[in-house]
């Protein structure tokens, strides 16, 4: 699915899918729109603009992350902007997408963010007001002293149950 307010933004991410032979099904013009064709439609790949008119991209991605549509709710998001400063980043990984890329975009580029986002691994979250694919793209590490976050701390406990095992197996041999 494309969603874009711009009949030429659309065309040019269309055609450059086609190129690599994805075929695009859905191409609403709103995200209201958009909305009422994924209630009914389970798609593969969301493209979208956050930069619409009159329509808010990365409110379609919280709704989408929080709706339960299963499959649609966890389906890689690449949204596509034209004017990005830092705070444009971080609104886009705060709202749930995968990946944000940069107007006006080469062949190239859309193909490398699709093989990223079907390669990408990171979890997917819901913590508090977020949900969608762990914002951490470095593998995290415990700390040295005072880890608090629960997920380290089972790393942790699991790393030295392993090594005690391991040991164990060593003297036993």
Do not use: Y
Not at 4 to 27: K, W
Not at 56 to 63: C, E, Q, S, T
Not at 129 to 155: H, K, T, V
């Amino acid at each position: 699915m494309v969603v874009d307010d711009s009949p030429f933004s659309m065309e040019v991410t269309i055609q450059a899918l086609q190129g690599f032979g994805i075929r695009t099904h859905h191409a609403p013009r709103s995200t209201a729109q958009a909305m009422e064709l994924l209630k009914f439609h389970s798609i593969d790949l969301l493209f979208i603009d956050c930069e619409m008119e009159g329509s808010d991209g990365h409110g379609l991605v919280r709704w989408l992350r929080r709706s339960g549509l299963e499959p649609n709710a966890f389906v890689p998001v690449i949204m596509t902007a034209s004017h990005v400063r830092r705070s444009k980043v971080a609104d886009v990984r705060d709202c749930g997408a995968n990946f944000l890329v940069t107007k006006p975009f080469s062949p190239a580029v859309v193909l490398e963010r699709i093989i990223w986002v079907a390669r990408d691994n990171r979890p997917f979250l819901e913590a508090g007001d977020f949900s969608g694919p762990d914002r951490r793209f470095a593998p995290a590490a415990p700390r040295d002293e005072g880890e608090r976050r629960a997920d380290m701390i089972r790393l942790i406990s699991h790393l030295a149950d392993s090594a005690a095992a391991a040991s164990a197996e060593a003297l036993s041999s």
